[in-house]
């Protein structure tokens, strides 16, 4: 909190608070992740998807139950650096960690690193926003591991209009995400 206290002034208790919640949340994320939420981030990324009508989608990169039920019956499941503040943390983190919400999407696309990054070039300050709400959402310790799936059915969502949006371009409707938002408009 002394260094907090030349580079923030009077705000040094609020930095320091926000840099202990941002390490913590840290801390619980990567344990979490590591140790029993990577298998349910795929499980509830896939099932989003499934439910948005894209299990062809899905079936590209897990297999996928035929018949009645739900969609998880179908997939056979029942700051590092606080001197810097918080802010840029997030806008720095906020830029790599959009793509990285949707890795499964790309994954299942089949898409090589550079379709991948010709993807997220064509759409960069989406794919930050991304980034920075779930970096932001997922600076807060305990519920960080709650806002890990929201965040992921986020990207599912997303992902699910992205690939509506592909299919009525190449039905030949011509209508894009852009002009189904100005008509929502």
């Known amino acids: 909190m002394a260094l907090l206290?030349?580079?923030?002034?009077?705000?040094?208790?609020?930095?320091?608070?926000?840099a202990c919640c941002t390490e913590a949340a840290t801390l619980t994320s990567i344990a979490a992740k590591s140790w029993?939420?990577?298998?349910?981030?795929v499980d509830t990324f896939d099932a989003t998807l499934m439910a948005r009508g894209q299990?062809?989608?899905?079936?590209?990169?897990?297999?996928?139950?035929?018949?009645?039920?739900?969609?998880?019956?179908k997939l056979g499941k029942l700051a590092k650096r606080p001197f810097a503040g918080w802010t840029?943390?997030?806008?720095?983190r906020g830029k790599g960690e959009g793509p990285a919400g949707l890795g499964r999407y790309f994954?299942?696309?089949?898409?090589?690193?550079?379709?991948?990054?010709?993807?997220?070039?064509?759409?960069?300050?989406?794919y930050t926003s991304l980034g920075i709400a779930s970096v932001l959402l997922?600076?807060?310790?305990?519920?960080?591991?709650?806002?890990?799936?929201?965040?992921?059915?986020?990207?599912?969502l997303w992902a699910a209009d992205m690939e509506k949006g592909h299919a009525q371009q190449e039905g030949g409707s011509g209508r894009g995400l852009r002009s189904r938002d100005k008509k929502a408009q």
């Open 5 to 18: 206290a030349f580079t923030s002034g009077p705000l040094a208790p609020f930095s320091a608070f926000l």
């Open 107 to 126: 994954q299942l696309k089949g898409w090589g690193a550079r379709e991948k990054e010709e993807h997220v070039k064509s759409r960069r300050g989406a």
């Open 55 to 73: 299990e062809n989608l899905v079936a590209q990169g897990r297999e996928v139950k035929k018949g009645k039920g739900d969609v998880f019956w």
């Open 138 to 156: 997922e600076m807060v310790p305990v519920v960080n591991i709650i806002f890990a799936f929201t965040n992921t059915v986020g990207a599912a």
């Open 88 to 92: 840029p943390t997030a806008l720095v």
């Open 36 to 41: 029993f939420l990577g298998d349910a981030l």
